[in-house]
């Protein structure tokens, strides 16, 4: 397997514009996580799915913030409208279920908001 | 709540051997990972303590305290390479909350 796959691995984008971010979990995984990360405020927790369900979106900073799971080998992330405190690294990562099974992360997509 | 201190960062000789710890305070928790980030690049996984105790896997050991909510990560035999940040992170029914992670300088 290729590992989880995100793109675009960098973004740039004016203020107020909508920005989607995309992930490809591996496959077989059943929990996706999306995760934001900056230096002020390390890794965080947004949201996650298993099989493909919400099951806890309170990371979710804003309504401006939104994610879906169609399906299970897709998931977005998007910002609508984008601010420039939104400028992270936002990491994807999925894992087995299990109690213990490790996330594998994705490269990651560099968002900057000018 | 979920809280998470390690120190902020770290400097070691190559060759020595370095310990970095981590403390949790957690609702629910099942385990604690150690994960390894260079600089620019994603998280990867080290190694997870179920039970208290010492996990060892090469060069890299970690240790759990349930009791105390801590735990530290083992490097040793320092090399360049191991230059990066490390992250703990105590897992909650498969979710999973990271500390801010603790930067480590190798140094010749």
């Known amino acids: 397997d290729a590992g989880v796959i995100q793109s675009p691995r960098h973004e740039v984008t004016e203020m107020g514009q909508e920005v989607t971010l995309r992930c490809k979990p591996i496959?077989?995984?059943?929990?996706l996580f999306w995760y934001r990360q900056t230096m002020m405020r390390g890794l965080e927790l947004l949201i996650y799915?298993?099989?493909?369900?919400?099951?806890?979106d309170s990371g979710m900073p804003e309504d401006r913030f939104s994610a879906k799971m169609p399906n299970a080998s897709f998931s977005t992330l998007k910002i609508q409208p984008s601010e420039p405190r939104d400028s992270a690294v936002y990491f994807c990562?999925?894992?087995?279920?299990?109690?213990?099974?490790?996330?594998?992360f994705g490269q990651g997509t560099r968002l900057t908001v000018v | 709540g979920q809280n998470i201190d390690q120190p902020t960062e770290m400097t070691a000789t190559e060759g020595a051997i370095v310990q970095i710890n981590c403390t949790y305070q957690?609702?629910?928790?099942?385990?604690l990972f150690w994960y390894q980030q260079h600089a620019g690049e994603a998280p990867t996984f080290l190694s997870y303590?179920?039970?208290?105790g010492l996990e060892e896997k090469g060069r890299f050991s970690s240790f759990l305290s349930r009791s105390k909510g801590y735990s530290y990560l083992l490097l040793k035999e320092l090399q360049m390479k191991d230059s990066a940040s490390y992250l703990c992170?105590?897992?909650?029914?498969?979710?999973?909350?990271f500390g801010s992670g603790t930067k480590l300088n190798v140094k010749p």
């Open positions: 799915f298993n099989n493909n369900v919400p099951i806890d």
């Open positions: 992170a105590a897992n909650n029914f498969n979710k999973f909350y």
């Open positions: 990562a999925s894992s087995l279920a299990g109690v213990n099974t490790e996330a594998f």
């Open positions: 303590n179920v039970l208290d």
């Open positions: 957690t609702s629910g928790f099942n385990g």
């Open positions: 496959s077989g995984h059943d929990y």
